[in-house]
């Protein structure tokens, strides 16, 4: 049998990427002619229609989203390949850091992706809290760091935005306390510095009853019923129910995650990986089932910003 045509494949991926014929053409370098001409010789080396016509669109057929699959894979290997047998390829140890929070939502897709690219660097990665990574950047202990930006001293460059949330057991009814028993970062912690604002100014009771680095800790404290604490949505976990105004909370200011680079002999690398981190972020959405009790998280996740259903309890997944 012979072999799919590479070029074939990623034209089809660019399509399906943006949405449209004419775009991935500019995209690929082709004109819209040669473009159909590409898929109609894929289709007839799968032998199944990749697209269907949904009004001025063209969409993927069912065979077409298994096929995008199989196209993602094999273009990913390509790449590898190549960069095993370039020596101009990158070469050498990076070391990032990040907060153990975002470690957990993001790192997984940020390796994945880097090292596919890029089989000979060596990444050594360090979790802390924000103030800890500014520091270590400061020191020339790491060469770049995912942080929580701060505009105080408008630190690093945004890359992705979330929205900061109250969150509760879905358990317990610990946000129903005349005094809240809260759980927070350490003072230095913007988010902490954030939901005091907003409970003062609401005139709310509470007491600061866990203070740590540890997003564990704080996930924890949150799930047992012992306090309730605000995370960004990339944070939330099965269990938790997320409050709003509704519930007597008011709205706090979004989250968002930047980048930081220290002062790096292999600026090659620190840019790579950067690039590498900000395409990630960008194309990683929340976890969550599409559809619990009508709210349509696919909505959520494609339009990032948009609050989460007033009490929503979050499912497993």
Request: glycine fraction near 6%; charged fraction near 25%; include cysteine.
């Amino acid at each position: 049998m012979a072999p799919l045509d590479l070029d074939q494949l990623q034209t089809f991926i660019t399509i399906s990427d943006m949405g449209s014929f004419t775009k991935a053409a500019d995209e690929v370098h082709r004109t819209q002619s040669a473009v159909s001409m590409q898929m109609r010789r894929l289709e007839e080396r799968i032998g199944k229609p990749l697209f269907e016509k949904e009004g001025r669109t063209n969409r993927l057929t069912e065979d077409g989203e298994r096929l995008l699959s199989y196209a993602r894979r094999l273009m990913h290997l390509n790449r590898e390949t190549l960069a095993a047998f370039d020596d101009r390829a990158l070469e050498g140890t990076v070391r990032i850091g990040l907060p153990d929070d975002y470690a957990d939502r993001f790192l997984p897709e940020i390796m994945a992706r880097f090292s596919r690219s890029n089989p000979r660097v060596e990444l050594t990665v360090v979790c802390e809290p924000t103030p800890g990574l500014v520091e270590h950047l400061k020191r020339g202990n790491l060469d770049l760091a995912i942080v929580t930006h701060n505009d105080a001293s408008a630190q690093s460059e945004v890359v992705r935005r979330e929205p900061l949330l109250w969150v509760s057991s879905a358990n317990h009814a610990t946000h129903e306390e005349p005094v809240l028993p809260m759980a927070f970062g350490r003072p230095t912690c913007i988010w902490r510095r954030a939901a005091c604002d907003v409970l003062d100014k609401m005139n709310r009771d509470y007491r600061v009853l866990f203070s740590s680095y540890s997003a564990t800790v704080i996930t924890a404290a949150v799930l047992s019923g012992l306090a309730i604490s605000v995370l960004p949505e990339c944070a939330l976990r099965p269990g938790m129910r997320v409050l709003s105004e509704s519930d007597g909370f008011g709205a706090l200011p979004d989250c968002r995650i930047g980048i930081m680079r220290g002062h790096s002999a292999r600026a090659d690398i620190v840019e790579a990986i950067a690039r590498h981190i900000s395409e990630s972020l960008d194309n990683i959405s929340v976890p969550l089932a599409e559809e619990t009790a009508g709210f349509d998280f696919a909505a959520l996740a494609a339009q990032r910003g948009r609050r989460l259903k007033p009490g929503h309890i979050l499912p497993g997944w």
